[in-house]
Each structure stands twice: as C-alpha cells, then as structure tokens.
C-alpha cells in the first residue's frame, strides 16, 4: 500500500543517510518529495534522478534563508527535519563558533522550519524531528552539545504540539540509536561499545527509521501528538 499520492513532503538534510531512505519511502509511497543538501551535491542528484523528488540546495544553519525557502514552497502535508550534525569532542577544545554552528542547525533549525511550514500546512499536517536516543542516554564523553540538542527537540515537539494541535497537525520527534550512515558507520571503530549499549546489538538500517517517519505521518497517527519514540535497539532502555 503506497498512501501518500498527491502529498507534498519536505525533507530537511535529505541526501545521505537517514533522511536519504526517509526520501525513498516517501516517493515509494507515492508523495511529491522535495529535500535540502548542503555538501553533498551529487548524492542529491543521484537520489532526485531515483526517486523523482526534487532536490534544493539550502544550509539549515541558515535561519534567514530556511525561512525563506520554506515559505516559497507553498502547503507542505509533512515536514521532516533530518539534518544534523554531531560536533564530537572534548568540550575544552571545540571552538565555541562550531558549537553555536552546531545548535544553529540541530536546534534552531527545527524550531524556525516547523514554524515557517505550519503557517501554510493544511489541518492534519505533519511536522517529524529525526532527534536521538541520546536525548535520553548519553553514555560517552565527548557529545555533549550533540545531546543537549537532541534533548531540546523532545521539549520543541511538546510545545509546539501544542500549539498546533486545534488544527489537527502533529509533531513528533522519531528518536534513533546507532544506525548505519556516513555519521556512523555499522563497520566503525565504536561499533562494539555502541552495541554494549543495546538489548538488540545492531546497527539500524535507514529504511527501519524511515518506517517509523512514514507512520508518524500516515493516516493511523493523526492521534499521536508531541511524542518521542525511541527507534533504538534498546540504547535508551
Ligand atoms: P549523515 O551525516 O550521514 O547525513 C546528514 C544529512 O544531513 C546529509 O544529507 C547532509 O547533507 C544533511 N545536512 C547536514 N548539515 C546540513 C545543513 N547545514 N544543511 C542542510 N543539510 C545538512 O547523518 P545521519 O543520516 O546519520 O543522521 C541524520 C539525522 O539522524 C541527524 O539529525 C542525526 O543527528 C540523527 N541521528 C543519527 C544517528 C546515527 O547513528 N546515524 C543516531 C541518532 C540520530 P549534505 O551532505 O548535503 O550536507
């Protein structure tokens, strides 16, 4: 069963990784898919030439531009916001710049882009934060700017619930563990202390996360509102 014919779907961060099989599924089920790219030109390409979607250059860390862009595209039905970046390492170190950076696009980014879609999405709208399990478990040194941002998305998603629930639209922030992207490749060098962590010891496949997006935006979870759903393998158990 396909379900999103006729659909208009925007996708944040969309040429690699997550928000790339969060594409896929979406243009499988027959939505008109747009996403964003920032570095990575040529996967965008190759992606909107499989797919059909249409891809958009446009830096999430660039409040001004987003709000722009978003308000250009007309009523969208969902709005995913996938793009982040992880920003490890010792906080004595990190130049401050690479951490307002790093909220700019992890933090701010979801805020701005959720308010700029809801002013023209339509009653039963969707809004959709790829968050992480480390809102709720942060078991390593190193990513504390990282955490605390995913965090953030779990209060965002519970206001903004609320305020845009009289017209039927949800938010949702789709929490997930380690799954296997450039970020976090199933095959790298932290893989077995990720997988001491879990109750299922498993990368996650960008389509399993792209499952649960296409639920939260289907029409069986029109009910579901201002929620944070663990996808995780147990991390955060
Ligand atoms: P990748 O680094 O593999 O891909 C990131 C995607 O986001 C790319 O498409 C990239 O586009 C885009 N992106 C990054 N910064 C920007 C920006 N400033 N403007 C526009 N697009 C941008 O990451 P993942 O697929 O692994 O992660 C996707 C999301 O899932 C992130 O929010 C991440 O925090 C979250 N997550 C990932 C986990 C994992 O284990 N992989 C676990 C938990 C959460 P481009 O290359 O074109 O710049």
């Known amino acids: 069963m396909s379900g999103f014919e006729g659909r208009s ?137 990282y955490s605390a941002s995913k965090s953030a998305l779990q209060g965002m998603t519970r206001g903004l619930a609320r305020d845009f629930g009289a017209r039927g639209i949800t938010v949702n922030v789709v929490q997930p563990g380690p799954t296997d992207t450039d970020m976090n490749p199933a095959e790298g060098p932290l893989k077995d202390v990720m997988h001491g962590f879990m109750a299922i010891k498993r990368h996650a496949k960008g389509s399993e996360i792209a499952g649960l997006v296409a639920y939260l935006a289907g029409p069986e979870a029109g009910i579901i509102t201002g929620a944070a759903y663990n996808i995780d393998g147990g991390f955060a158990a």
């Open 9 to 145: 779907v925007l996708v944040l961060g969309g040429s690699r990784g997550i928000g790339a099989a969060i594409v896929r599924r979406f243009a499988s089920d027959g939505a008109k898919v747009l996403f964003t790219y920032l570095s990575s030109p040529d996967d965008a390409e190759v992606l909107a030439a499989e797919t059909g979607s249409e891809a958009l250059r446009a830096d999430s860390g660039d409040r001004d531009a987003l709000i722009a862009l978003i308000g250009s595209l007309g009523p969208l039905d969902v709005l995913v916001v996938n793009s982040g970046i992880l920003g490890a390492g010792d906080p004595l170190d990190i130049p401050p710049d690479e951490i307002d950076r790093l909220f700019r696009i992890n933090i701010h980014a979801p805020y701005h882009a959720a308010v700029a879609a809801a002013r023209t999405m339509p009653d039963g709208g969707r809004i959709i934060f790829i968050g992480s399990a480390n809102a709720d478990r942060m078991p390593m040194a190193g990513l504390a700017a």
